[in-house]
């Protein structure tokens, strides 16, 4: 009798269950294609791309990387040196303590983008792929070699649904879309990087000044982008880079570094920005960082209202506002019906405090709302104090505000004799009107940020979370509801106030369609409570960054026209869809929305 023996085929075998990268190439390969595709990226940025300086950046020039090729060169080697980090080389162990994977892969993506966005550009502009040089075709080719190593390196893939015989196509359709974006999850999920030795105190602060020299440098750059191409490849680049290194695990070390030093780290963020100015040649830039400053400091007031206390705020600007009116009308404008010249000191605080005082007669009867009604309730507050400035024309009204012409010819500060509207030169550095007001702005946005901290770890700080995650249970604890969250609206209109007094001087004029819910130029209460969604509510980094984001690049996608805020709010979504808890989220709020992450054994008073 003979015995006939047949393989199993009910389990898979080890070889099926071992990991696998989303292009079938040997892991091997792929890693080697990576690390070399990067490094051959980086010599392609050294040929000419095209024949011709049309194209904007000048890429015809052999030895000296311009333009969009500055960016592929940053992508190209840093792709390179995580491909050698994933070897083990020594040295290079502290780019990548997560695992260099997942950032091989958003770094190659990146460089891959930015490489052929540049390349489709100079096609679509000059009139075909005729005008590319060999050097376009070298950085095309080992970009895309790069891009499909990277995705050949294997990850554990993430179990399929059940399938049910009875659903329906859209239901068939949604299972589908569930499955890429969790297998896209996996193909760059890292683990949760070990805890690093701690550093020297010296190395640390070292790591620190290093951290804002990047920040400073990318913002300059970014801020200083002279062609429409060269911001959006600036954007592609930028964002799957940080996210190589959030997956890397350096983001975290940094974060950790600048937790344990977060006096030294705000002091250091400041006299960076301090340091801006100094770097343009030109006031052109400058007065997009002045503006910059005034949105994220009523961002940041915003934070207050809404990050802490949990105060959903539709008409915040209407205390923007307030500010810069009542400044306007005591620093010695022609236009204003009271022949006042007062010190900027005292319009200042006057400003603050009038600010104040609207918002608490707007909050006292309306604070006892919750939700939607209370956010109703501010969103008319908002219209109605637009609606009556500009009625107050002598016409419609009494003659205050001078109606839709507002208070102009508002006169530039004087302070102990420094005068903001002329240049001065500083350590042999010429600064201008907007460099001198982006200086003034950057140390009331200090001020605000000292107050944010102080309020925020305080006694009243606590009660305004506690209100914020649970009202009832904090009520039923001996909270006095109330009081505390007219508090939080009073500070939060005094600090939107003062910043209003800067305003005014800035922009020369105080118009009733500066103060807005929604409109294209920001600040306006919609873009305000974006910034602080979008940057991270309960943050003091967050709004600021979040702040920053919106209003530059609103103002670098003009070349969109009609389709800009349709740009601008696809990304909005996508990114809220993605990262719902923000840029940078306090860690409460981020296991909130990601409750696979990993709880850390002690938090903060807000979360952080």
Known sequence: MTTQTTESTGA??????????????????????????????????????????AFPGDLTVYGYPGGLQVLVLIGGALTALLGLASYGVKGLGWLAPAGADGAIKLAATGTFATTWYTVIAISDELGGVVNLEPGGYIAAAVTLAAFLGAFSLPFERPEDEPIDEDESVGERTARIWRHIVALLKSAVFTPTPAPARK???????????????????????????????????????????????????????????????STITMSGAFIAAALFPFTQSNDQYATIGVYILIFATVALGLNIVVGLAGLLDLGYVAFLGVGAYTAAMVSGSPSSPFDLHLPFWLSALLG??????????????????????????????????????????????????NGSNGISSIPNLDILGFDFGLEHSILGFTIGRFANYFLLMLLITLIVVVVFKRSSDSRIGRAWIAIREDETAALAMGINGFRVKLIAFALGASLAGLAGAVQAHVTYTVTPEQYQFAHVVPPNSAFLLAAVVLGGMGTIAGPLVGAALLYLIPAKLQFLGDYQLFAFGVALVLLMRFRPEGLIPNRRRQLEFHEEAEAPAVLSKTGV
């Open 352 to 401: 603050a405090a009038v600010a104040m005082i609207f918002g608490v007669l707007i909050g006292a009867p309306t604070l006892r709302l919750r939700g939607d009604y209370l956010a109703i309730v501010t969103l008319g507050f908002g219209e109605i104090f637009r609606i009556t400035v500009l009625n107050m024309d002598g016409t419609s009204g009494p003659d205050i505000t």
């Open 199 to 261: 550093l020297p105190a010296y190395a640390e602060i070292l790591v620190i000044v290093a951290a804002m020299a990047v920040g400073l440098t990318v913002f300059t750059y970014g801020i200083g982008t002279e062609y429409d191409e060269l911001f959006v490849g600036f954007l592609i680049t930028v964002g799957f880079l940080f996210a190589a290194f959030s997956k890397a695990g350096l983001v975290a070390r940094v974060s950790a570094i600048t937790g344990r030093h």
């Open 12 to 53: 898979p075998s080890n070889k099926d269950n071992a990991p696998k990268g989303l292009i079938g190439l040997p892991e091997n390969v792929g890693r080697a294609l990576a690390t070399i595709g990067g490094a051959l990226t980086v010599v392609s940025t050294f040929l000419a791309w095209t024949w011709t300086s």
